[in-house]
């Protein structure tokens, strides 16, 4: 019974991401959100476009060339006259035909990859410099795989429409129009005849766009899934591992799995249909081609009204075996076309989304923040119902270290969020050296402000480029004094290559501690006017926080710092101590002045040594 109950509650997971984060966008067939979507080949409108334009048109043309002289002219012209010398020299335009044309599409070809992959680079740069610009709340109600699928999946998806689909298109609707009016200069009875069934065909064809295109949505929707949950589960393998969990999370990947593989095998089927479709079509045309060919062959014979001859029929037959090929085509490409919409509605979801935290187009470019800070009856909720903060007020001198204190929810993270302005306050003002925050340039702000994290985050690379990350243009020699001033040079210099050692993704090669101290040197090195250490110490032994204390003295002068601890003994020397509970500020001042008030802090502390003398 226990292990049933937790697939269920999986199952709830499962349906509450799939309707939060990847629904189904229903909207009809948008050309203004295709047209767009096209013009990301702008750039290149007068060089690789023009050139496959024209290659196309060249090979084109020669197509359409090539039956007239084959069934026309070589037929009635040269083998029925049997003149031999009009018979090779036809042979030989036509053989320099085909070769025109071969060259002209092998030209078409390279030019459209080309083109293909500069637009699906340029779509993609677009895209994430996009989302690397959106808020922290976008990221908030967003799983990480899903965003990946967006900007690898989707984007991928496209490159066939770029690389082929759209000259493809323009090419078939040329070749088709072309078709259609030689057979109507050839015969115009016997194209009508052929091409009474295109009404029924077009009518079939419309109804199953619909289908197609939502089969193609389920299939991104359902790779969102999966991605999101491969990564959450490889993330959490020791999570998983440590709780013996692996059997169930099986189950649950097997199902998203299934659902996946579902989901192709549904789009695959409908675009399955509508090929068979075109050749059934095709065969009923070939029908009517040789039975009311033949019988105007015979009247024209009989010296009847119809002028169709041999040489003419068998140019039809080249032209009918081409009328069906691009139909056929078209009908793929009108579903690469529904593919290319479906990833387009969702990355234009994301290339819509506006950051919630704005730039002024007049803000203030600040060259040297002082870190005087101010919070004006701030308030703050993340989700419109429950505050975060309640009118808040409160002054941290520049140069000062306050420490933020209180319970789970009481506000602290919520407070140093709005310096960094990764959120803005829905009320109240949050001043900067007397500047509204809302008026200074996102960059001159956070350029100034260092964030360290209690879960800090290690990229790929080396622990030079780690450490450097914050300020890239610093020298070696920098790098190391940032380490050595917290502490970090002594392990590192240990380590087989030192500051190059390549560490892996997340640092898992790396101690918590020593992530930490990475971190640390990471932010010193930026020579931040304002520190933001949120928890930053709670991951580090004993010995290690004395030794970072010590550092911390010495670099934190002239720097306002705000530090969160929930380990109260690392805040004791703190100039000023704000407690928070429930979003208000409580009580406020140093150490000796807060245990003499003898009040919730005072209490936090007991209760803290408490816990320490007991275990």
Do not use: C
Not at 188 to 207: D, V
Not at 282 to 310: E, K
Not at 504 to 525: D, K, M, W
Not at 562 to 587: F, K, P, Q, Y
Request: aromatic residues 10%; glycine residues 6%; neutral net charge.
């Amino acid at each position: 019974m226990r292990r049933k109950h937790k697939i269920e509650l999986n199952d709830n997971v499962k349906k509450r991401f799939y309707y939060s984060t990847d629904q189904a966008i229903e909207k009809p067939f948008n050309w203004k959100q295709m047209w767009r979507l096209l013009a990301y080949m702008k750039p290149y409108s007068k060089t690789l476009l023009p050139l496959a334009i024209i290659t196309m048109l060249i090979a084109t043309g020669v197509r359409l060339a090539i039956p007239i002289i084959i069934g026309k002219y070589l037929y009635d012209d040269a083998i029925a006259q049997k003149d031999m010398d009009l018979l090779t020299k036809l042979a030989i335009v036509v053989g320099a035909l085909y070769l025109v044309s071969y060259v002209a599409n092998a030209f078409r070809i390279r030019w459209m990859n080309m083109l293909g992959q500069k637009v699906i680079y340029d779509l993609r740069k677009h895209l994430f410099s996009h989302v690397q610009g959106l808020s922290h709340r976008f990221f908030d109600q967003r799983s990480a795989g899903s965003i990946l699928v967006r900007i690898m999946n989707d984007i991928n998806s496209l490159q066939e429409l770029f690389t082929n689909g759209v000259i493809n298109l323009l090419m078939d609707f040329i070749l088709l129009i072309g078709i259609v009016v030689i057979l109507f200069i050839l015969s115009p009875e016997l194209a009508t005849a052929i091409l009474i069934i295109l009404p029924l065909m077009f009518f079939i064809s419309t109804s199953l766009r619909r289908k197609i295109r939502r089969a193609w949505q389920d299939v991104r929707i359902k790779q969102a899934m999966l991605n999101s949950h491969l990564n959450e589960s490889i993330q959490g393998i020791r999570v998983t591992q440590s709780f013996t969990q692996e059997r169930e999370n099986m189950g649950f990947f097997d199902r998203i799995n299934s659902e996946n593989f579902e989901s192709w095998k549904n789009a695959t089927r409908q675009n399955a249909i509508f090929r068979p479709f075109v050749e059934m079509t095709n065969a009923v045309g070939t029908v009517i081609l040789i039975w009311f060919g033949a019988y105007l062959i015979q009247v024209n014979l009989t010296g009847g009204s119809s002028s169709l001859t041999v040489g003419v029929f068998i140019s039809f037959a080249f032209y009918l075996g081409m009328f069906w090929e691009p139909i056929s085509r078209l009908g793929q490409l009108y579903n690469m076309l529904l593919v290319g919409m479906a990833s387009s509605e969702r990355i234009f979801e994301f290339l819509d989304e506006k950051p919630i935290v704005d730039e002024k187009e007049d803000a203030v470019q600040i060259e040297t923040i002082n870190g005087e800070i101010e919070f004006k009856d701030v308030e703050f909720s993340y989700d419109s119902k429950r505050k975060a903060l309640n009118k808040i007020s409160l002054k941290m001198e520049a140069g000062q270290t306050v420490a933020l204190v209180g319970h789970t929810g009481s506000g602290k993270t919520t407070i140093a969020n709005l310096i960094s302005r990764f959120y803005d306050a829905t009320g109240g003002e949050v001043l900067i050296d007397g500047h509204n925050i809302k008026d200074i340039s996102l960059k001159s702000l956070r350029s100034q402000i260092s964030v360290v994290l209690q879960d800090t985050f290690i990229f790929s690379g080396t622990i030079n480029d780690n450490i450097r990350f914050g300020r890239p243009t610093a020298t070696d020699e920098e790098v190391k004094a940032a380490a050595e001033a917290v502490g970090a040079n002594a392990f590192i210099e240990r380590l087989k290559n030192g500051y190059e050692t390549e560490v892996e993704e997340r640092g898992n090669v790396l101690s918590v501690g020593e992530r930490q101290l990475i971190s640390f040197a990471r932010a010193l090195l930026a020579d931040p006017s304002i520190i933001i250490l949120d928890e930053a110490t709670a991951s580090i032994d004993t010995e290690t926080e004395m030794q970072i204390q010590q550092a911390l003295k010495q670099l934190l002068k002239g720097r306002t710092a705000i530090i969160i601890a929930h380990r109260l003994s690392t805040i004791r020397e703190a100039d000023n101590i704000i407690v928070l509970d429930h979003g208000n500020i409580m009580e406020q001042g140093n150490h000796d002045q807060l245990m003499n008030h003898e009040g919730i802090y005072y209490r936090l502390v007991k209760a803290q040594f408490t816990m320490l003398d007991v275990s």
